[in-house]
């Protein structure tokens, strides 16, 4: 019931754009996005809660797609900053538990 | 700043020697959670608290205990800790039992075993 994301890597240049995708097996109610810098705590950026909603967070945004259970995360412009492991979290319908994707390790290099 | 901070950053114990990990928020949220991350791996969910309500995870060794005095601070105990305890221990705080506000993480607590 782990969502997965894709990529599980990706190395970008200063003011590249990236765009990480979450995808659920299960029906979702809600697709959360958190970023952790190595050795730190997972940082909140945003959460979604309707189908078609689509958020944004200064350069970082997001869409989520409830028909395909998929949400992506959307980066512009990518600074240096942005590097850390990104995580999409679901909140499924049934039962309303909550899983953290695999990740997806994001490196922005000079 | 409203937050939620965990005590030790670092914990060494000795192989099944019980050790205590804290937490404490200020943001006066009614959930509280456990996490165990390892290395490269998503954050587990051990339990959580929704106040006084405690909710086991139902792959959570036994090994791990939990405690919440207060709406203000949560403990996590391990027995007897094994080498495959070593890990990041994250609590976390969420205003509504299913986080929709999102959850607010402490900078963890790193577990070694030796």
């Known amino acids: 019931q782990q969502p997965v994301q894709s990529p599980q890597a990706v190395i970008l240049r200063e003011g590249e754009d990236a765009v990480i995708n979450c995808s659920s097996s299960?029906?979702?109610?809600?697709v959360h996005w958190y970023r952790q810098k190595h050795g730190e705590a997972p940082v909140f950026l945003m959460i979604?809660?309707?189908?078609?909603e689509q958020k944004g967070h200064e350069k970082i945004s997001a869409s989520f797609n409830e028909k395909k259970q998929q949400s992506s995360l959307y980066l512009t412009a990518s600074q240096l900053s942005y590097s850390g492991t990104y995580f999409c979290?679901?909140?499924?319908?049934?039962?309303?538990?909550?899983?953290f994707g695999t990740g997806t390790s994001l490196t922005v290099i000079p | 700043d409203a937050m939620v901070i965990q005590n030790p950053r670092y914990q060494v114990t000795q192989f099944g020697k019980p050790v205590t990990l804290s937490c404490s928020q200020t943001?006066?949220?009614?959930?509280m959670y456990w996490y165990q991350q390892k290395s490269s791996q998503a954050p587990k969910l051990l339990f959580h608290y929704y106040d006084k309500d405690f909710n086991n995870e139902a792959d959570t060794p036994d090994n791990f205990q939990s405690r919440r005095p207060n709406t203000s601070f949560c403990f996590l105990d391990i027995r007897s800790p094994g080498l495959g305890d070593a890990a990041m221990y994250l609590c976390?705080?969420?205003?509504?039992?299913f986080g929709r506000g999102g959850y607010t993480f402490g900078s963890g607590t790193r577990l070694t075993v030796v």
């Open positions: 299960k029906a979702l109610y809600s």
């Open positions: 979290g679901t909140e499924i319908r049934t039962g309303n538990q909550f899983y």
């Open positions: 943001l006066n949220h009614n959930v």
């Open positions: 979604l809660l309707k189908g078609g």
């Open positions: 976390a705080t969420s205003r509504d039992r």
